[in-house]
């Protein structure tokens, strides 16, 4: 029988209650796995955490249950209450509660934490990780970089932490690879969810001059489809909602994470370890998708040549967490 299934907005006082590891095998315990969500889990970034755990709870890998819109002065809150319901592995993002999160998990040194955030894993049971879809914007970047008449390349991303601006210089080194007059516009809406925000910032960039936008945030795609330009979608596959103007998406997968970290909560533990290695191509925690028929064929074997060398260990798509300007 399948587990709950809740979506519980928590807001202010009126908050409510509550070495690579092989995946978990079929037929095993199940462990309860609660995802605590800062933004809405339609939010790009949340909803791949989200769409895992959901598809695991569905395989019978996990018991899943979740809140979405935790606000920082909640987020503490509701992850003590997931641990005293019973919670084994609590799911989250750790980027504005770093402080009082940790101080969180080492009160429960029986429930794992699994959390994106800038600093590393600390004790037994306070896992970290990074969002590395940097090698599919890369691959996107190879692309794009045949594909503008200006020269000029726009991104729109959310806050400029380490794991956004690898995103974003991952992408600026695969267009640097194929187009060396390139032009970079930069902008940052210092925010993980503001669509309309994210519309103004790519309006901007086209305004001065970028005819391809780079959406590491929601948003971006909206002003290049007003604008009857091109653009790249970054976490999920945005083709559908936008098939004329979407060509190419950074795609990410937590499945490979998620599946780790509960290998070794049934394992008995330690969860205390950095577990962005299994964002990897090689490991399936990310990759492109693309439209042929919207790009210029002779860019595809290219790219398809890299592509093919990152998941064989061959290509190491430059890592640099410096913020990009």
């Not at 895992?52 to 935790?70: C, H, L, P, Q, R």
């Not at 925690?285 to 439209?291: A, F, K, P, S, V």
């Not at 790009?295 to 410096?322: L, S």
């Amino acid at each position: 029988m399948r587990t709950l299934k809740r979506r519980t907005i928590l807001k202010g006082a009126a908050a409510a209650s509550l070495v690579l590891a092989a995946p978990p095998v079929i037929g095993q315990a199940r462990i309860k796995v609660a995802g605590v969500h800062a933004s809405p889990v339609e939010n790009a970034w949340n909803s791949r955490m989200h769409e895992a755990m959901v598809n695991a709870d569905k395989e019978g890998a996990i018991e899943y249950t979740f809140s979405e819109g935790v606000s920082g002065t909640d987020y503490g809150r509701a992850c003590r209450e997931y641990a005293e319901s019973g919670a084994e592995l609590i799911v989250g993002e750790a980027y504005a509660v770093e402080q009082e999160i940790r101080e969180v998990a080492a009160d429960y040194a029986d429930t794992a934490f699994l959390l994106g955030s800038s600093g590393g894993p600390s004790g037994d049971n306070f896992g970290t990780f990074g969002t590395w879809n940097h090698e599919g914007a890369y691959l996107s970047g190879m692309l794009a970089g045949k594909m503008s008449q200006s020269n000029k390349f726009g991104a729109v991303g959310a806050i400029p932490i380490p794991e956004v601006n690898m995103l974003i210089n991952g992408f600026r080194a695969g267009v640097d690879a194929v187009n060396t007059n390139a032009e970079h516009l930069i902008g940052f809406i210092g925010t993980f969810f503001d669509p309309p925000k994210a519309r103004e910032a790519g309006l901007a960039q086209i305004d001065a001059g970028a005819d391809i936008l780079f959406g590491e945030r929601i948003g971006t795609a909206d002003a290049a489809k007003e604008r009857g330009i091109k653009a790249i979608g970054s976490l999920i596959d945005y083709t559908s909602r936008y098939p004329d103007t979407i060509f190419a998406n950074a795609m990410w997968y937590f499945r490979p994470l998620l599946d780790a970290a509960v290998a070794d909560k049934l394992a008995g533990g330690p969860n205390g370890r950095d577990y962005t290695p299994y964002c990897l191509m090689k490991e399936g925690g990310n990759d492109i998708l693309y439209t042929p028929s919207m790009v210029p064929q002779e860019a595809i074997a290219p790219m398809e040549e890299v592509r093919a060398a990152i998941k064989a260990g061959e290509f190491e798509v430059p890592i640099n967490f410096d913020e990009p300007t």
